[in-house]
């Protein structure tokens, strides 16, 4: 059964790559996203959260709208970036596939690039989708981005090194996909955190970097 699902997933990316790309995506970050409602629920429930249901339910409509995420980005932009990325380095950098400085420039430009752009469309797309306005979206971002980025750049640097190095150009997308299945699970979580108190941590940092470039009185 295995090896059939695999092989049908082969002839579907052979023949259709942005297609099965866009509805893989799709797929695993609504599956991300039930995931992170089940994680919320659970922690809500351990806690005693007075708003937290007896019985699991999902939202469906959270569900349909960070999938739509998996659609109409992650899986198009996805496929487009690291199949041009990977013809970039070879072809204009000139730099011999597989080699630490073919991955490390992979890997740099991954994080620098498409790690913070993912981050940014994420965050500013789900706070519309809720529809909130363009201020509370601004207000959400940045209470938002820098935990994940932070948090997520100690773990996908170490994720694309094994991506970039050992497995093929063809399947880095379905290698990413399956990554993304817990990355939608912990964004999704993320955003729903709000005001947690662990977020605090992260703005005091900015609002002391403000204070001491305003100098003292």
């Known amino acids: ?25 799709g ?5 991300g996203d039930v995931a992170a409602q089940y994680i919320t629920h659970s922690a809500k429930s351990r ?10 339910r999902i939202n469906w409509k959270r569900v349909a709208i ?9 899986g198009p932009v996805g496929h487009f970036w690291y199949e041009g990325l990977d013809r970039f380095i070879r072809l204009k950098l000139h730099q011999q596939p597989k080699s630490l400085q073919f991955v490390a420039t992979k890997v740099a430009a991954d994080g620098i690039i ?18 909130k306005n363009v201020q509370q979206v601004k207000e959400d971002v940045k209470r938002d981005f820098l935990p994940a980025l932070i948090l997520e750049g100690g773990v996908w640097p170490i994720v694309q090194v094994v991506n970039f190095r050992y497995v093929p150009v063809r399947y880095q997308l379905l290698y990413v996909n399956i990554f993304c299945l817990l990355d939608s699970a912990f964004l ?22 403000e204070r001491g470039g ?4």
């Open 27 to 31: 797929f695993l970050w609504g599956v």
């Open 214 to 217: 305003q100098g003292r009185l």
């Open 188 to 209: 999704s979580w993320l955003e729903q955190q709000k005001d947690a108190a662990w977020k605090q941590w992260f703005t005091s940092f900015d609002s002391l970097k």
């Open 66 to 74: 960070t999938s739509t995420f998996g659609f109409g980005f992650v």
């Open 114 to 131: 498409f790690g913070p752009l993912d981050l940014l469309v994420f965050f500013t797309y789900m706070g519309f989708s809720m529809g």
């Open 1 to 25: 059964m295995r090896l059939r699902l695999w092989k049908w997933y082969q002839n579907c990316l052979a023949y259709h790559p942005v297609k099965t790309q866009v509805i893989s995506s």
């Open 47 to 56: 806690l005693q959260i007075s708003d937290a249901d007896a019985d699991f």
